[in-house]
């Protein structure tokens, strides 16, 4: 149930306006290229006497506000921001308007439809059916979701939440302009936020997180039937841990790159970056980049000759996309169509032809960990005793460390196991048993 409540600005900005949430987390973002714009004419809007449409309100059992937006949080805020002399109109703030203007503007009468402790799969409906013709993107549409798990992990990667005041992932760093006192300038990224693309590109992320294989498409149906799903607070902690390590992946390239372009990570580079990511994962499970500076080279370059006139030549037939046209084409084409399968694989594919990845990592042992059995076995080759001091070594002190270091590499296999002290493995770091000797003078 709902009814419609009517009031004057004047008594909305002087006393309900601190009431209400006006940015819940389900509701759409202000856009940054167009903010003052919009606000400009919501206001022109008012002062020329027309009406801006109901807004619409929930009442919430909350102890920081007692309403939250529904829809209409762009008119709720931009009223209080020019009654508050942060907006211009025609050259002039509130301030400078005359007492009649002034007047006028305090006597328009709001109309407010105000609903009590709606759900959140209800807000989300109400707002996606009263936007259906003012333009909400799909991710737009699948933030009004709201307080759910899988959208929390998706908005908090990305961005700060003023009522949470959660930290982002460092790769959506930003600073405020200098110049314009409004505009967020990213640090890792070339690209914003505005209409949530940076949201959309994390939750095509998380979506491959759920799935076995990891790298490949992501449909908005399948955006969508994965904001539909229950996850468990366990099921986010896992994604959020693998999804953290990918973004950390894409800041490290951005941190060369910055130092190459003096520029973060473009979209296209992003999005491609995240789908080597991924075929890393699936290929060899566990391994380590040797140097992100000369990784972002090598790809970078394989990149760049990909979109060149190099490639212009005619691409293969593909069962799924028979359409001729050159392979630069195609693979900026195909960079543009994260919902496709078989396209986000190829763009991997001809990728690896110009970039031969496994000069830049390191494939490591998936098992990291030696077995119970194994380092019972080794100990008991040993004879008991450190391979390190030659020592006694009991149980409780003894663990299994790598002769040559499984972060360069190294077998999790009997052949290259000894069993240490503990102190002594965690004071090698990645040296090898030998080298570690030989330093120790032992």
């Not at 807004?55 to 762009?74: C, Q, R, V």
């Not at 050259?91 to 109309?111: A, H, I, M, N, Y």
């Not at 990645?430 to 330093?439: A, D, N, P, T």
């Amino acid at each position: 149930m709902y009814k419609v409540v009517t009031i004057t600005i004047r008594e909305y900005v002087t006393n309900l306006y601190r009431t209400i949430d006006c940015q819940p987390v389900g509701q759409r973002l202000p856009i940054q290229a167009h903010a003052l714009e919009k606000a400009v004419g919501i206001i022109q809007t008012i002062l020329n006497g027309h009406n801006i449409g109901q807004i619409t309100l929930d009442k919430i059992d909350s102890s920081d506000f007692e309403y939250e937006s529904i829809d209409g949080g762009h008119r709720k805020r931009h009223i209080w921001e020019f009654w508050n002399d942060k907006i211009k109109v025609n050259g002039q703030r509130f301030k400078d308007l005359s007492k009649k203007e002034q007047d006028d503007f305090l006597d328009t009468v709001l109309s407010f439809v105000i609903y009590d402790n709606l759900t959140v799969a209800t807000k989300g409906l109400i707002f996606r059916n009263l936007n259906e013709t003012s333009e909400v993107n799909h991710m737009e549409m699948l933030n009004s979701f709201g307080d759910i798990p899988i959208a929390n992990l998706i908005r908090e990667l990305t961005r700060t939440i003023p009522q949470i005041d959660n930290i982002h992932h460092h790769v959506f760093d930003y600073h405020i302009s200098p110049k314009t006192h409004d505009k967020l300038i990213y640090e890792y990224v070339a690209f914003d936020n505005d209409r949530l693309k940076q949201d959309a590109m994390v939750a095509r992320i998380v979506f491959r997180y759920t799935q076995e294989e990891l790298l490949g498409g992501s449909s908005d149906a399948q955006l969508e039937n994965m904001y539909n799903n229950s996850f468990s607070e366990a099921e986010i902690a896992v994604l959020e841990k693998k999804v953290n390590t990918h973004l950390d992946f894409l800041r490290k390239c951005a941190l060369h790159r910055k130092q190459i372009y003096a520029k973060g990570l473009s979209q296209q580079e992003f999005k491609t970056l995240s789908l080597i990511w991924l075929h890393l994962q699936d290929t060899y499970k566990a391994f380590k980049i040797k140097d992100h500076n000369e990784f972002y080279k090598k790809f970078k370059d394989a990149f760049e000759k990909l979109l060149g006139p190099e490639y212009e030549v005619p691409k293969p037939s593909f069962s799924w996309d028979k359409e001729a046209r050159f392979i630069n084409e195609a693979f900026k084409n195909y960079l543009g169509a994260p919902h496709h399968h078989e396209k986000s694989k190829q763009v991997v594919r001809w990728l690896l032809e110009e970039f031969d990845i496994e000069k830049v990592i390191t494939i490591q042992d998936p098992q990291r960990s030696a077995t119970r059995s194994q380092k019972e076995a080794k100990l008991a080759q040993q004879d008991f005793k450190c391979a390190i001091d030659g020592k006694a070594l009991v149980w409780k002190d003894a663990v299994a460390a790598h002769m040559f270091a499984h972060t360069h590499g190294g077998l999790t296999v009997m052949d290259n196991l000894a069993m240490v002290r503990s102190t002594y493995n965690t004071d090698m770091g990645g040296v090898s048993v030998e080298e570690y000797k030989r330093i120790k003078g032992l």
